[in-house]
């Protein structure tokens, strides 16, 4: 722990800082998240350690106070780094000497739940998706890029197929909304691959599939390419006339969603309509801003 604040219940137990949680009513705690969840029952057992010896305590919170401590390093175990090459990858376009934070390739599902960081779900064990389901981690913020298993494990960089939708689908049956992104390349994944993307996740939303959590957005934006591309396959930004190409194709896709769905369901980040020189629809396009983290609406 990196703090304790005065007068608070987690001073009024005893904890100090630099107090080390280890577990929660005898459950091991590898980070904040699961630590909060764990917490928030009116009694548990508390074990950590100081000075080397471990100590286990009893706090009763029928008042559900929080606790008041503040820790180093909320992932406990740090960032869950990603295991893909995506062609398009922005961290390995990223110019030299920069702070160092600006290099992590992140693709943790706790940082998707906290803070809407994009994952694909591809460096996820057996126990992280249970934890997922079972500390009801929603929503999760996933990169599809395309549904079609080849074309999606050519834009992760794999050697392989990586499929996504049997995942989405089992996080949608067991209680968990996910909103996609598809990093639009021209020539890869866009045409009839990103029309049956689109057509694939929809078959994911609660009004397709008559449950209660599923597949609930999708934001496309564009491909970002820099000076500094390095060892990255040769790719094409997209220029005005595609922009303005895709705006209107999508305009006709999302009204045809909007029957089907009662929602738009597909937003294009502001960049698409700088690029074409269109204006930004208006707030209520936007049917409360399900995709903000992606630049969509801002």
């Known amino acids: 722990m990196a703090a304790v604040d005065a ?22 705690t590898p980070d904040e998240l699961d630590f909060r969840f764990r917490s928030s029952e009116a009694s548990f057992q508390l074990t950590y350690q100081r000075g080397g010896i471990t100590q286990t305590i009893e706090v009763w919170n029928e008042a559900e106070q929080p606790l008041g401590i ?14 893909n090459r995506c062609v398009f990858c922005f961290i390995h376009q990223m110019p030299p000497r920069m702070r160092k934070s600006l290099y992590i390739r992140d693709d943790d ?63 949608g049956e067991n209680g968990i909304d996910t909103h996609t992104q598809v990093v639009l390349c021209p020539g890869l994944n866009d045409g009839w691959v990103l029309d049956e993307t689109i057509r694939a996740l929809a078959r994911l939303h609660p009004e397709s599939t008559g449950l209660r959590h599923g597949v609930r957005s999708v934001a496309v934006v564009p491909v970002g390419l ?3 591309r390095d060892r990255l396959p040769t790719l094409r930004a997209p220029d005005r006339a595609y922009a303005e190409k895709l705006v209107g194709w999508l305009r006709r896709r999302t009204a045809s ?6 929602t738009r369901f597909v937003w294009l980040s502001d960049e698409w309509y700088f690029l074409a020189g269109r204006h930004v629809p208006s707030r209520s396009h936007y049917e409360g801003f399900p995709q903000l983290e992606d630049g969509v609406g801002t």
């Open 226 to 228: 820099t000076r500094f």
């Open 109 to 171: 599902y706790r940082l998707s739940f906290v803070h809407g960081n994009y994952i694909t779900l591809t460096n996820l064990s057996q126990e992280e998706l249970a934890r997922i389901v079972n500390q009801r981690l929603s929503p999760l913020y996933v990169s599809v890029h395309s549904t079609d298993p080849n074309v999606r494990g050519m834009l992760l960089g794999r050697q392989h197929a990586v499929p996504v939708l049997d995942r989405l689908q089992w996080l």
């Open 7 to 28: 007068g608070s219940l987690g001073e009024q137990v005893g904890l100090r800082p630099g107090d080390i949680i280890l577990a929660v009513d005898g459950v091991p």
């Open 257 to 262: 969603m909007k029957r089907q769905l009662g």
């Open 70 to 83: 503040a820790f180093e390093d909320p992932l406990g175990d740090g960032i869950h780094i990603c295991n």
